[in-house]
């Protein structure tokens, strides 16, 4: 296996919290990675140390084995890392053909540089492709401003821009929150899509069911460590959500049994 990114020993702090205690593990080629632990694992803050949104304190980044330093969301973005935080990251006042490709519009007249006109025919064409591709049935506006959306609308826009943009790794941090069974669909076409095409993906979620879908390997962080790699072939939801809660197997399985 070829790897795309890899994490040493990552740590981070805030005041006297310590989010991060060393983590550390591989992404590789083609590889659907789902990260998963309680409230408080260490998850987000994980994410947002590989996305340079808050950089970590110490430890190390690899990406294509070599080390990188990634101290903001550009430095991710220009590695080939692109995240898709639970809030959807999008500008509520543009419109959804803009946030597909906020800060990379396609343009007519490139001699003109910086005054070159964009391209809305362009941004419109691919609004209506890629919504299609994860789920979005109803006709929408391309020009339609995103804050008049609901929120899995929004989810599904910011997915498409994912998508559009194909990077080595995708990072979605709870993509199937607030979207329906069609939306929901969607998004795990496309990290199947994504997969399929060579490319990463770093899976958050709290719904287990999802990993067994689409995951390849589950790595489980508790007290902002990861305690367990496994792959999805080697365990079962039981096992999983007792590494994530901390306790025995035994004692999930015999409360099952009295419901």
Do not use: W, Y
Request: hydrophobic share 45%; glycine share 8%.
């Amino acid at each position: 296996m070829v790897e795309v990114l890899r994490l040493e020993n990552l740590q981070k702090s805030f005041g006297n919290v310590r989010a991060l205690r060393n983590a550390s593990f591989t992404l590789n080629e083609g590889e659907v990675v789902a990260l998963l632990g309680d409230n408080g694992a260490g998850k987000s803050t994980l994410i947002k140390a590989i996305s340079g949104i808050h950089p970590a304190d110490g430890g190390n980044i690899f990406v294509g084995g070599h080390k990188v330093s990634v101290k903001s969301p550009r430095d991710a973005m220009d590695l080939g890392i692109e995240t898709i935080h639970q809030d959807t990251s999008l500008a509520p006042d543009l419109s959804i053909a803009r946030n597909l490709f906020l800060g990379r519009e396609p343009t007519t007249l490139s001699f003109l540089g910086v005054f070159a006109p964009m391209d809305f025919a362009r941004l419109r064409e691919a609004a209506s492709t890629l919504l299609k591709r994860v789920g979005i049935s109803k006709k929408l506006d391309a020009d339609a401003a995103v804050n008049t959306l609901s929120g899995g609308e929004r989810q599904s826009i910011a997915i498409s821009r994912a998508m559009q943009f194909a990077a080595k790794v995708i990072i979605l941090d709870e993509p199937t929150n607030n979207l329906g069974v069609e939306e929901t669909h969607g998004v795990l076409r496309f990290v199947k899509d994504m997969r399929q095409a060579g490319h990463s993906v770093l899976f958050i979620t709290h719904n287990i069911h999802h990993v067994f879908q689409v995951a390849d390997r589950i790595v489980v962080m508790r007290r902002g460590e990861v305690v367990t790699e496994m792959t999805v072939a080697q365990t079962d939801l039981l096992t999983v959500e007792s590494l994530i809660m901390g306790v025995d197997k035994s004692a999930l399985a015999g409360e099952a049994a009295l419901h």
